[in-house]
């Protein structure tokens, strides 16, 4: 699995903010949100399958984060969410 760029999405979010600072406009500014969300997503997608027992498979349009913790022995996964 490759690698999640941090810099990449400080870069992007700081970015989004200072258009909209400097600018005032909000489709820039929108377009840089929904690319700060994207990053974010899948972000929690790259991180959640890295590890053992859990999974998550990728989703549109949505805020949650849809985990499937069936795999993990022995616990309850529930308190950790």
Do not use: C
């Not at 699995?1 to 489709?27: I, N, P, V």
């Amino acid at each position: 699995m490759k690698d999640f760029d941090f810099d990449a999405l400080t870069e992007r979010r700081h970015t989004a903010s200072l258009k909209w600072e400097r600018y005032g406009d909000r489709d820039i500014f929108l377009y840089g949100l929904l690319d700060y969300l994207r990053l974010n997503s899948r972000l929690v997608e790259q991180e959640i399958n890295s590890l053992e027992g859990l999974a998550m498979k990728h989703v549109e349009a949505t805020y949650l984060a849809w985990i499937d913790a069936r795999k993990i022995d022995g616990i309850s996964p529930g308190p950790f969410f």
